[in-house]
């Protein structure tokens, strides 16, 4: 079984905002536990002496310095991030695979872009179970494991509605269960999914490179497209982000 952890970054009702982001890290059962253990010693490099457990990875506190994070300089809490992006280069790296869906929120209006996201997320997830069954034989099935938030009864109606009808892309035939939601905290796999949304959202929100430039390769792909990366943009706008360019 492959669980997807997933988190989101930007605020939906925010003016000014121009984008929402939902991201997913895809990781095989048998290889959480190593992660997680990944995650654990690069917090512990940093924080050495600290109770790690009580230290959540969050972007968006940690970029702008609030709370707990006020104590470090902006360097030190951007090498944090990026050095646990860097598991996807780690050991765990070949047990990691991510998914990024960015909304422009005006190009889906008036829908709402976590339902948009959502969808995408759950039908990239489905085919990429598929594709390992073609090409590698492998029948495996996903379960999606979600950052709890105000979006919960949204995304549970959905996911219910999604396996009675499937999608406007068809069916999901290789999801186990509507999503179970988890307390991020208490999840190191779904701190992950969140830096990942935060980097896609810096790039995207503010044309910040700097966070994305050494996860895009982690993200599903299958030749030269990128099949975990989405994004929906406005009618006629060219984009040169790795999703958008990878289809044309």
């Known amino acids: 079984m492959y669980l997807l952890y997933v988190d989101m970054s930007g605020n939906v009702g925010q003016e000014g905002e121009a984008h929402f982001v939902m991201a997913g890290v895809a990781v095989f059962e048998r290889g959480v536990h190593h992660v997680i253990c990944e995650l654990d010693k690069i917090v512990g490099r940093h924080f050495p002496g600290h109770d790690i457990s009580e230290i959540e990875l969050h972007g968006s506190p940690m970029w702008g310095g609030r709370k707990f994070w006020r104590r470090l300089s902006k360097q030190k809490r951007v090498a944090l991030i990026k050095d646990a992006l860097s598991v996807f280069q780690g050991p765990s790296g070949g047990n990691l695979t991510a998914f990024g869906m960015v909304v422009n929120k005006a190009a889906v209006s008036p829908d709402d872009p976590v339902e948009h996201a959502f969808e995408q997320i759950c039908t990239r997830f489905d085919k990429f179970l598929t594709r390992k069954y073609h090409r590698e034989r492998r029948k495996e099935r996903g379960l999606i494991v979600v950052d709890k938030s105000r979006y919960e009864d949204t995304l549970q109606a959905l996911a219910h509605s999604y396996r009675n009808d499937g999608t406007r892309w068809g069916s999901l035939k290789?999801?186990?269960?509507?999503?179970?939601?988890?307390?991020?905290?208490?999840?190191?796999?779904?701190?992950?999914?969140?830096?990942?949304?935060?980097?896609?959202?810096?790039?995207?929100?503010h044309d910040d490179h700097g966070l994305l430039v050494d996860i895009v390769n982690g993200f599903d792909r299958d030749g030269r497209v990128y099949h975990g990366l989405y994004h929906k943009t406005l009618p006629g706008v060219e984009c040169d982000c790795a999703a958008c360019a990878s289809r044309r």
Do not use: I, K
């Open 174 to 205: 290789n999801l186990s269960e509507v999503p179970l939601f988890v307390d991020s905290r208490m999840s190191r796999l779904v701190q992950l999914a969140d830096l990942v949304s935060y980097a896609l959202w810096r790039r995207h929100e």
